[in-house]
């Protein structure tokens, strides 16, 4: 049995993050054979496709230099063009700050619903998603774009879902400036990922995308165990078995255990849990995507930004990822890429490769995505599950108490999965970075 000071289950960013600050401090231990977690990127005969739509944002993250310094002349700076599809016409996102393009009444009814909302009073406490959104942006636009997307992404009752805790990308409306973006474009307004970054590497590098961030990160790490599944965890005698290549190892960590996985696996997994924990574990429900990446031989349409919201339910995605957009290189010079998004509960039966295919390019073609001088040339599917975390007050209670059960046995619970939150590249490197200084401290 190998022992170590600190073991970091999973090398997505999270896990990388927090390993390249301890360096021979830590192992990393990782089930595939490669690093990166949901940021990789895939070839298909010269198209990549990242796994999931990924621009890197920083917001208010202080490890941004970091980050920069590290990616070097790779990354590239982008002002992310998107746009939001109702039936009502075609808006700059997000819609609410730039509400023209679409029809005058929407317009004239969207206002009006939100100046009732806002002169609301009392004001009222949402109880729930649903009600968080009315309250927020009046009835309208909530039957125009909110609830009809929402109920595309969430397949889920609204109603079900908190009302706070994983909305931070949901721009409150401030009634001058939905005005101001109803007549021209929104000047005033900036939304949380402008300024954002993605990797343009040279012509001849081996990986391409986003996996570019996470290949750098993995590089200055100076322990991963890669093929290392983790399969079993005892909180008492403080060590992991992993099955391997070689057959299953033992590890000791002395000090700490940094887990990244998902906290329904670290609960399946944690041999000597109690079974209250055990149960809490039922009420962490997630969602799926489905990425499917679809190459095309044609010109390379102009004007469609680098991604679209189609709010309308009877279309099956959610957005469109136009990723030539990010990198001209991300495909031949006569073809592009488009990563299209499909959400749904990760409990729900999987459809046919075959059936979602089909759906997707007739609805590719009922929103006129594809150009009639363009070829579809070849069509793949990667399902990313967990996904989105689905939030219930019921998830928030459990979350906290299962973090608190894990810390007082020297675990910490991190990353978009491991903490069971809804979380940005840069939240995860950052909260990485700041774990592993927390331990250097101690
Ligand atoms: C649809 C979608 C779009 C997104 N868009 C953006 C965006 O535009 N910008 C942005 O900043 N963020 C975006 N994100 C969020 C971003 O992808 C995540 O925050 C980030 O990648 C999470 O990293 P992580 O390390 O926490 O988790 P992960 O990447 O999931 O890493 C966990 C690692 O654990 C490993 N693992 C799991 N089980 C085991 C086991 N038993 N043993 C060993 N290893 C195991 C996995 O293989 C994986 O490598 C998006 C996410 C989604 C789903």
Redesign the pocket.
Known sequence: MESTESII?????????AGYHLQSRARV????NR?????KTINFNGYWFD???????FQSFPIQDTILDLLGTDIHPIDPEAWVETREGTSRYPLQMNLKGQSLEAIEATIADLKLAIDRTPKLEPNNFEEMLEFSFGRYFCDLFMYPYNRKVWKRPLKDLAPSGFQWNIDHPDLEQVIEGSVAENTTFIPY?SN?WYPRPPADSPIRGMEVLAKTLGDKVDTVDLE????SLSLKDQTVV?NTPDGEQIYHYDQSLLS???LP?LIQ?TSDLPQQYRDMGKLLKANR?I?VMISIKGPRPQGKGHWRYYGEESIVFTRLVYLHNFDPLLSPPDGWGLLV?I?EPSEWPMQTEEAIYERVVADLEQVDAIPEDCTIVDQNMLV?S???VVFTNDSKVAVQALKDYYASHNVSL?????QWEY??????MND?FQWAMSQEKS
Not at 9 to 17: M, N, R, T
Not at 35 to 39: D, I, P
Not at 228 to 231: D, G, K, N
């Open positions: 289950l999973g090398a997505g960013l999270a896990g990388l993050s231990l990782e089930r595939e690093v990166g977690g949901l940021v796994h999931v739509l990924h621009l890197l944002h990922n954002g290392h599944e983790v399969i992993c990244t996985i998902p696996t997994i995507v990425s998004e959400t990313v967990p996904a989105y991190l990353g978009r999965y491991g979380s940005s590249m840069a939240q995860v990485g």
